[in-house]
């Protein structure tokens, strides 16, 4: 069934269930960077293995240590290369950070409560007072520990973790192959020489970045005149996870992408969205197993439709996960400076520059002009503003729903 004018969630809904997940590989820890983990870490062994002085000084018993105690230091405990023997009674170990603790220390004297000469070492005054600096076996972490959840995005900081664990190589989801395809009479690709009723083609530039941003691979198919043959070749040749089409999709005479992709095998969740912008928006799933989503062609239309859809699609074949949810763009609230019109039967999404009050609360400034064709706009928008179906008036200072837009 062909449902029309459904509501956002349910739509987010269809387009999660058409998201399979796509399969485990292997990839160098240096290229994991963004990756989503298909597997948990865990910990084969104690971070530290060993207890770990935590600065530079001298390795003692802690029962030596008295105002004016001079100690013969008997040998040295580096980074990478440890003191081989027991600590006695009465002696004294140079350490730095990062070095194992001798056995028979229990504290750490800093060099700067210390005097050193002629192969000894005396403990000034302020020793006595901040002995210590040790760090345990297993303070970071202990083996059999479980570091990272499958479902994990790999950050810089994760990154590290996996490395302090040891491993070279991790199981990642393979990126989801998505393949971008534009289309109208009216379009010319950037560099081209448009005829005076056509423009530079500008959608597919900031969708192909989101893709790869979001985690997919990104193909761009190229930009197709208003023929329903030629879009249906075009699409037939396509080997791809996702075939998300910019424009055609809606029900005028030259909106012909839908009558292709019928011809194609098309099973469509809905074809229409309760949405400003962004209505004619479709998803469904092709004869060849393909999935496609069919956006708006309007620049702004197929932005916000691509935040709100297209992330989750590509989200969830990487089974990404947060707080150990689905993984979903969190809404948060911030002040509107201006007023806002009430809002008419569709769910809506307003661009706003966004900026911080002194207080630390956000702010939101909606732009006066959102037309849909708008690419300028979009460049300098900092977020989404929700307005609810049928919202009543919105007066200035005023917290709304926002959904920020991730800006490099």
């Not at 298909?38 to 802690?62: K, L, N, T």
């Not at 969190?330 to 008419?344: E, L, S």
Request: hydrophobic share 45%.
């Amino acid at each position: 069934m062909s449902r029309k004018n459904l509501d956002l969630r349910e739509a987010i809904a269809f387009v999660r269930m058409g998201a399979p997940l796509t399969a485990i590989e292997g990839v160098p820890l240096a290229q994991a960077f963004g990756r989503v983990l298909a597997e948990p870490i865990d910990a084969s062994r104690d971070q530290p293995p060993f207890r770990a002085s935590a600065m530079d000084g001298y390795a003692v018993r802690r029962a030596d240590i008295t105002a004016g105690s001079i100690l013969p230091v008997v040998g040295e405990s580096a980074a990478g290369r440890r003191y081989p023997d027991i600590l006695e009674p009465g002696q004294a170990v140079r350490i730095f950070t990062g070095a194992p603790v001798p056995d028979g220390a229990d504290a750490i004297v800093i060099q700067e409560t210390t005097r050193a000469a002629d192969g000894r070492v005396e403990l000034l005054p302020d020793s006595v007072a901040t002995p210590g600096h040790i760090r345990q076996a297993g303070q970071d972490f202990t083996a059999g520990t479980r570091l990272l959840d499958a479902g994990v995005r790999l950050d810089a900081w994760r990154l590290s973790l996996v490395a302090a664990a040891g491993l070279a190589e991790v199981a990642v989801r393979a990126k989801p192959r998505v393949a971008v395809l534009c289309t109208g009479d009216e379009l010319v690709p950037p560099g081209g020489t448009p005829a005076p009723d056509q423009i530079y083609e500008s959608g597919s530039a900031a969708v192909m970045a989101l893709i790869t941003q979001w985690g997919g691979e990104a193909a761009f198919i190229g930009t197709e005149a208003d023929d329903v043959d030629a879009l249906q070749a075009t699409l037939a040749a396509v080997d791809a996870d996702l075939i998300v089409t910019i424009g055609g999709a809606s029900v005028g005479d030259h909106d012909l992408v839908r009558p292709a992709l019928m011809r194609l095998g098309l099973v469509s969740d809905f074809v229409s969205l309760n949405l400003r912008p962004g209505k004619p928006t479709a998803f469904g799933i092709l004869d060849s197993g393909a999935h496609v989503l069919g956006m708006p062609g309007n620049p702004a239309s197929a932005f916000v439709v691509a935040q709100l859809l297209l992330k989750p699609w590509i989200e969830a074949t990487l089974g990404l996960r947060i707080g150990g949810l689905p993984a979903t763009d969190p809404f948060v609230k911030a002040v509107t400076a201006t007023a806002i019109p009430a809002n008419g039967p569709r769910e809506s999404y307003l661009r706003a520059a966004l900026d911080v009050m002194e207080d630390g609360r956000l702010r939101v400034t909606p732009f006066s002009d959102q037309d849909s064709s708008l690419v300028s706009v979009f460049a300098r928008a900092g977020a989404l503003v929700r307005l609810a179906s049928n919202a009543a008036v919105t007066q200035a200072g005023s917290l709304v729903d926002i959904l920020r837009l991730e800006r490099l």
